[in-house]
């Protein structure tokens, strides 16, 4: 009797909850995030020593400024002025006062010092998470001083891959075709610099007409469209020993050629009687194979990162449009069914999108859509415009884009840009004569 | 003959000339550690010590027992007399019983009814202001129910938004994320009762040092650095049993699909 009532009682006892509250956040912001470069701080002996060297004053505030100015172009990060520091670089190395910084509103800093050790130049940087007080990151580089400025890309690929979360693509070099002259008498050379313009080369000297210089994603081997005798041919140039030789033996133009994901491959067109297909040829063998067999024109093959699926575009449904297929040419599918033409696909190094040029109502846009050929947006939009290559992070296009001429024919002008997948950052990337055609090589240091 | 030795010299790579590039020279990387114990400079160093001591002082003065009120001599307890004197004062003070008590007296038991009766009137008010003062606690009552329920529901929508809202500004979504992963970011946060935070803690902790988690790690960082950010949240300014352990769940993906 008395465990009834007991049971009854329990029962009747009304149970409290204690469920934790939880508050779903799916949104926030995405204005860059304040960063403060120190100045990387350099003993007066080490100054004297890479001013000898390298002709700069003061090395460290020069690489500090390369960190910082990567950052600011990648649009993800706000780099802070340097006159609001509370804390001066030669103790800023140290362990920062976190309280100083967080005055200036920065989240992250980086500070650093540069020593001449052995004659060579040895850099210590450290990242600080601000707002948790804490150390992210701390590396050391030693090379030659002629290599500082690589130094900065360095740093920067470090803390924008800790910060962010992804690769950076600041170690890199951006091969593109240098042109100068008037339009219709167009001189044309291949020309390479570092990423933010830095260290302009021309590797060819302007007597032949060049196009679509593509990096191999693996090392310093460039293949590009040349013409011979009227005749385009694809040719492999290694930018190292300058060596170049023409891709296969085609009876007839071979164009549009671009490196397969291990380097090991060059896929291109072949045009013979109004027809273009795709082929492939081994680099090691020099085997070539027909990956498409159709009685229209078929170009631009881009492989998929993996090496199993390749994107090209293809005019088999009367209007040129994007197609993917398996890498042995079966299973063709069509992805791209907006309004206008798409040309120029390039698959993505993340594997997740696909970039084109897309022409609509006599307008030219960059845009990128799933490799399904579903979520197509279009990121700029331009008089003409084409020829979008991505960054090797996957994060960044760069591409071509021209100026109308008036009616005499002035004022045409080539200048590459840059935009990231926000559509919110472009920017003119900065060359010394007119630039179209760009590729962007892969990190020269992993 | 002359021709094809032109011919062949316009080949590009013969024509080539041996090209002017600076070789990639490697750099070597040394990692020198996660965790640093590099100290503070000297002059920062005797700053910081002197805000903690400042701090600790403060913390000192706060915990302070406050000022010893005078008690009052238990000689100085009214006597029940003196008690009923002052009473007397008070109620005097506030009804002024003088003045009515003389009209009432001058009525007569007939005029009662028909005349003008204030004091009935006085009495009228003070039962209106007895039945509001039945209807407020019963509405209390019912407030302190709905904040019963509140407990097992959660937020209301309204502080629900301030806070969501509050966060949404401090939180810097690391962009370079892969939107078709799954990464979502769960932290407990113990609060005072102002809203600044005491704790926080990611309930997923082992995904941060695990070899592949490199995406998780900068999300988890960038909330709580927003947590931090943020701090004090905007909470409730009631119901603070309610609140003071919450959990904020971290999810980028609608903003990384775009």
């Known amino acids: ?50 001013e000898k060297i390298l002709k700069k004053k003061d090395i460290g505030f020069e690489i500090s400024k390369i960190v910082e100015n990567n950052l600011r172009q990648s649009g993800l990060f706000n780099p802070l002025n340097k006159d609001a520091f509370l804390q001066k670089p030669n103790i800023a190395h ?9 005055l200036i509103k920065a989240q992250a800093l980086i500070t650093g010092k540069v020593i001449a050790v052995d004659g060579k130049l040895r850099v210590e940087f450290r990242l ?109 140039l290694d930018i190292e020993t300058g060596i170049q030789e023409v891709v296969g033996d085609f ?24 027809n273009s297909d795709i082929y492939t040829m081994d680099l090691e063998n020099r085997i070539v194979e027909k990956i498409t067999n159709h009685p229209s024109i078929d170009t631009s093959p881009s492989y998929s990162p993996d090496g199993k699926f390749i994107c090209f575009n293809s005019d088999r449904s009367g209007y040129q449009q994007i197609y993917v297929m398996k890498s042995d040419g079966s299973k063709v599918k069509r992805i791209s069914f907006g309004r206008g033409l798409y040309g120029t696909p390039v698959w993505s190094p993340r594997g997740d999108l696909i970039a084109f040029t897309k022409l609509h109502k006599g307008k030219f846009y960059i845009g990128v859509m799933r490799a399904d050929g579903t979520g197509e947006r279009l990121l700029t939009e331009n008089f003409y ?46 060359t010394k004569t ?5 590729s962007w090589s892969s990190l020269l240091s992993n | 003959m002359l021709m094809i030795i032109i011919t062949a010299m316009s080949l590009p790579f ?103 009766d204030t004091n009935n009137i006085a009495a009228l008010i003070d039962k209106a202001k007895e039945k509001k003062a039945d209807v407020i606690n019963k509405t209390d009552k019912v407030t302190q129910d709905r904040d019963k329920n509140l407990d097992i529901v959660g937020l209301s929508l309204s502080e629900e938004d301030a806070l969501k809202a509050q966060i949404f500004g401090c939180w810097s979504i690391p962009l370079g994320l892969p939107y078709d992963e799954k990464l979502l970011v769960k932290i407990k946060l113990k609060l005072k009762p102002d809203g600044t935070v005491i704790r926080t803690e990611i309930l997923n902790h082992e995904r941060m040092n695990k070899p592949g988690q490199g995406f998780y790690k900068v999300l988890a960082e960038s909330a709580l650095r927003a947590i931090q950010l943020c701090q004090p949240l905007r909470v409730p300014t009631t119901g603070y049993e309610r609140w003071k352990d919450l959990q904020l769940n971290f999810d980028a993906r609608e903003m990384l699909e775009g």
Not at chain 1, 23 to 38: M, Q, W
Not at chain 1, 387 to 415: C, D, H, M, Q
Not at chain 1, 424 to 430: D, P, S, T
Request: avoid cysteine.
């Open chain 1, 128 to 236: 600080w998470d601000i707002l948790a007080g804490k150390e992210m990151m701390a590396l050391t580089f030693t090379t030659v001083p002629t290599n500082w400025r690589r130094v900065g890309h360095i740093i920067t690929d470090k803390v924008y891959k800790r910060l962010t979360g992804e690769k950076g693509y600041f170690d890199t070099r951006i091969i593109y075709v240098a042109e100068e002259g008037p339009k219709i008498k167009r001189i044309k050379k291949l020309a390479i610099m570092d990423q933010d313009g830095f260290n302009n080369k021309y590797l060819t000297l302007g007597n032949e007409l060049v196009l679509t210089p593509r990096f191999s994603p693996t090392n310093q081997m460039v293949t590009y469209l040349s013409y011979f005798r009227n005749l385009p041919r694809v040719y492999l």
């Open chain 1, 251 to 274: 009876p007839g133009m071979t164009f549009a050629p671009r490196f397969s994901p291990d380097g090991k491959k060059i896929i291109m067109s072949f045009a013979k009687d109004g």
């Open chain 1, 1 to 50: 009797m008395l465990f009834r009532f007991l049971l009854i009682f329990l029962i009747l006892i009304p149970f409290k909850s204690h469920s934790l509250i939880e508050v779903d956040i799916t949104r926030g912001n995405l204005s860059p995030l304040p960063v403060a470069v120190s100045p990387l701080s350099t003993d007066s002996k080490s100054r004297d020593i890479f």
């Open chain 2, 14 to 116: 013969l024509s080539k000339k041996p090209l002017d590039l600076p070789p990639i020279i490697s750099v070597e990387l040394i990692q020198i550690t996660d965790q640093t114990n590099i100290p503070f400079a000297p002059k920062a160093k005797k700053i910081i010590e002197k805000v903690k001591k400042k701090e600790k002082e403060k913390l000192v003065s706060e915990q302070a027992p406050p000022k010893a009120i005078k008690k009052e001599k238990p000689d100085a307890v009214p006597l029940p007399d003196q008690e009923n004197e002052k009473n007397k004062e008070v109620k005097d003070k506030k009804q002024n019983p003088e003045k009515i008590d003389n009209e009432v007296k001058q009525v007569s038991e007939f005029e009662k009814e028909e005349l003008f």
């Open chain 1, 385 to 430: 415009q084409e020829a979008p290559s991505w960054s090797p992070n996957g994060r960044v296009l760069i591409f071509y884009r021209e100026t109308k001429t008036n009616s005499k024919g002035e004022g045409f002008s080539a200048k590459l840009w840059s935009i990231d997948l926000t559509g919110y950052n472009e920017r003119l990337v900065e």
């Open chain 1, 434 to 438: 007119d630039a179209s055609d760009p």
């Open chain 1, 94 to 102: 140290l362990k920062p006062r976190f309280e100083d910084w967080a």
